[in-house]
């Protein structure tokens, strides 16, 4: 994870409503928003942030970029995240809503093939307390240093679970919201992996949602390959069963190996069989990985302060 206390960061698309506030939220926190971008204002300034037309041209200008958190409407998106790839900036968030999935497909290919870690779309973003770095929309008040590694699906739900470890005396190393699109730029396994190698984290927790099976994946992954404690806690378990939350990512239902190993073995019926995407079906999988569940958000502190035991 390569987040400090220096890195630089661009606001892609400053001049949006929701960045225009936020930005200065990030520099509030902290945070080193060197340059915005947004075409045609190029030359002028957003809250003491010179604004440039092109990511190449603020990068002449104001030296290497680390990150770039981007605020574009969703049909430039993809656009947007090429142009900050090809400047070599390998930290992307996407904050934006209703990014179309194939331009998250082609972003994927681009990512993978440059090793450029992207979180989102759909997302708060990520922050880290111990270095006051707020990449996107977290409100900062409800975060503070510490050791536990805060993994979640829901925007406001990962706040509200963030404010409940602070007040529970459990400081956070990282609070990362994934998104809750059907196509994403990180997993939950991607960050799990990069939480088990920070020196600072000593907890995990996990925060699921019902559709897809994200959650089962990363519970598979705990259990091969995570040794430090992990707990959890799934959303929407007392939805009524074929209701979906707002999410894209409670329509699709990406299968992990081991469920696409159960269908092959049970053929298509058990598709329907297995309740796939449902709050039960996650739960299950993290209580066999030996990962506790929390029955409610409140529950989370009292699990994590027992791991830590």
Sequence with gaps: MQFTADTKVLIHGIAEPLAATHSILMKAYGTQVVAGVSPGLGGSERDGIPVYDLVEVAMKDVGPIDAAVIFVQPYLVLDAALEAIAAG????????????PMDMVKLIRKA???ETLVVGPSSPGLIIPGQNILLGTH?????????????SRCGTLTYEIALSLTEAGLGQSIGVSIGGDGILGS???QWLQILDEDDTTEAIVIVGEIGGSGEEAA????????DKPVVSYVAGRHVPKGRRLGH???IAANLSHKTEKKIQEAGSSALFDLDIGTAEHKIKAFKEAGIPVAERPSEISKLVKKALK
Excluded: H, K, N
């Design 112 to 114: 993978d093939a440059t």
């Design 89 to 100: 900036i390998r930290q992307l968030t996407i904050v934006t809503e209703g990014m179309p």
């Design 187 to 189: 997993s939950f396994a």
């Design 248 to 250: 894209a990512g409670a």
């Design 139 to 151: 409100p900062a008040e409800f975060y503070t240093p510490g050791c536990v590694g805060l993994i």
């Design 219 to 226: 519970a598979d992954y705990v259990a091969e390959a995570i």
